[in-house]
Each structure stands twice: as structure tokens, then as C-alpha cells.
């Protein structure tokens, strides 16, 4: 009997699996088994060697379902976002993406299909990856900017959003979502998503102030 699986990874304290168990119920799946990595890089460390992804290479069988919020939870490094879903679909696993509604499967045998197929399986492994570099920025400038207008260790008031808000957000703008579609995502109100939008350097150095204060 297939099985659909969430797999969820969070990589800081202020994400949570259950959000993105939210999210897929959410967009309409019935979820038979979540399994989640909890603070782990997806950048610097390969599915197959964290803890709970290795279980994924182990469970999954042919005609699973294979459930990610999008492909930057597999992982935000081209080569291993790649051989990933190209292995699951070896063996027969169906991956399916929360944002986008994405399906990459192995079913078809018509080459122009697959040769579509593979050339956005790509285009979304390295859009991973891309996103994962300008975060990593979005963070420098944001610790620059709240050195920069608050040296002093106050927190001040608590942010109307989370990291993992923020995150989400941010890859959906990269997809071309509207404010009225990443509030519906992420629970934040429209006037919130389009204040952050506007200001995603600052958003960054709000959440910085906030967890350096809290240490």
C-alpha cells in the first residue's frame, strides 16, 4: 500500500515542522508519516547523511509520495537536489511540492517529457541553491544594518513573524507569488507581506536583534 510522507527540515529554533505539516494539509494532502530534521543545514549537508533523511533512502518504496513544502528542503545544493529526486524516481517515488504544486515522477518514457521534466527539476535545484546564497547575504547585511542603527543590545518589540515566515516568503517571492498568496502561505497578514517585501534588509535585522538579545 503507497504511502504519502512529509519530509520537513528546519535549521533554525524559531522553524517548525509542524508549520510545514500545516501547509501540506493545507494544499490538500493526507499525510501518513512525517519525518523532519531538526537543525540541519541543507547546504552543507547531503539528504542521505542527515539522521532522518537517510530513513527516506530506507521507507520509501515504489508508488510512495514523497511531500516537500518545495525542493530547497531536500536540500539547497544543485548536485545533491539533483541526484536526489532523479534516485527517488528510479525507484519509483512520486516527489511532490507544496508551493507550485510541482510533480516529478519517473512514469513517462517520452523523451521531450523527460527532457522537460529534467531541465526544471535543474532549473528548481539551482533556484535552491541561489536562494540559499542571497540568504546567507540577507543575513550578513542584516547583522551590518543592526550594528550599524542599534549597537546597544536591546531587543525592543517582538517581531510579528518568525524565521520560518520569513523564509517562506522569501522563497515564494522568488516564484513570483503576491502579497494575497504568501499571506494565505504564511498566516501573516497582506499589510504585513507587503511592509516586509518592501523591506526584506530590515525584516532580516529585526529577527538578528531579536535572537542576539534573547542569547
Known sequence: ????????????????TAHQRQQAEAAGFTIDEVIADEGVSGISIPLRDRPEGRRLFDKLR???VLVVRWVDRLGRNYQDVTDTIR???????????VINSMTFDGATKD?????????????????????????KEAQKAGIAHHKATSPQKYR?????YTR????LMR???????????IAKATGLTRPTVQRLRDDM?????VLVKWSEAAA
Not at 171 to 181: I, K, N, P, V, Y
Not at 201 to 205: D, L, P
Open 1 to 16: 500500500m503507497s504511502r504519502i510522507v512529509l519530509y520537513a527540515r528546519v535549521s533554525t529554533a524559531d522553524q517548525t
Open 62 to 64: 515504489h508508488g510512495d
Open 87 to 97: 534516485h527517488f524516481m528510479r525507484q519509483g517515488v512520486v516527489i511532490r511540492t
Open 111 to 135: 523523451p521531450m517529457q523527460e527532457a522537460v521534466r529534467d531541465a526544471l527539476i535543474g532549473f528548481m535545484a539551482a533556484t535552491a541553491q541561489a536562494q540559499a546564497e542571497a540568504t
Open 156 to 160: 525592543g518589540r517582538k517581531p510579528s
Open 164 to 167: 520560518d515566515q520569513l523564509d
Open 171 to 181: 522563497d515564494m517571492l522568488t516564484q513570483g507569488a503576491g502579497a494575497s498568496e
Open 201 to 205: 534588509e530590515g525584516a532580516e535585522a
